[in-house]
């Protein structure tokens, strides 16, 4: 007899419905995908792994208050959410730390920017803090094609596959991503001359 081969959809309604087993088998049917796609930003399969189970974690965590729309795309749904951590992880590990002088320790000491005094320092810092600033005042899409490309070194095919449009549409966005910041820049009368 055959087994007639339930939807994303209907397993998500299932799931939701007490059947635990339908979510086992949303995860075997997309875990190679999501897991792929986070693998292939962040390249380290242990930070991939802790990645990987915050996306489903955040996911039957959405489903179980109720707040998943269903339109009948799940997989895109939970790439997503998984393109999201990737972003957050990369802004996490890019900010520096907050550290303070004292007496007998001078932060600049650890910083390494050989050549610069003080003052040409904290200058570069702030630049960093205006651009992380600028970037995310950006429109979601703007931002992630920015982030994608600056922060993660990623080509545009690449970040084209990865936010599944053309290439020609992240190459726009890129384009836009620029001209938005140029204008606040101008409009702020933000100096990005590092030391």
């Known amino acids: 007899m055959l087994t007639k081969v339930l939807t994303d959809t209907e397993l998500v309604h299932n799931y939701l419905g007490g059947e635990e087993r339908a979510f086992e088998l949303l995860l075997q049917r997309h875990k190679r995908k999501v897991w792929s796609h986070i693998y292939l930003l962040v390249r380290d399969r242990e ?13 039957v965590h959405t489903l179980k208050l109720g707040k998943y ?82 922060y993660m070194g990623m080509s545009f095919k690449e970040i084209a596959e990865h936010t599944q449009v053309s290439i020609n549409t992240a190459l726009g966005r890129m384009r836009y991503a620029l001209i938005n910041m140029r204008k606040l820049i101008k409009a702020h009368d933000i100096h990005l001359e590092r030391a």
């Open 47 to 59: 930070i991939t792994e802790d990645l990987f189970q915050e996306t489903f974690i955040k996911v």
């Open 69 to 150: 729309n269903d339109e009948g795309k799940f997989l895109p749904w939970v790439m997503r959410i998984a393109h999201n951590l990737v972003i957050d992880h990369f802004r996490r590990n890019k900010k520096m730390p907050m550290v303070r002088s004292h007496e007998d320790h001078d932060v600049f000491a650890t910083v390494a920017q050989p050549g610069l005094n003080v003052e040409q320092r904290m200058v570069n810092v702030q630049i960093d803090e205006d651009v992380r600033k600028l970037i995310d005042s950006l429109p979601e899409e703007q931002r992630e094609v920015v982030i994608m490309r600056t």
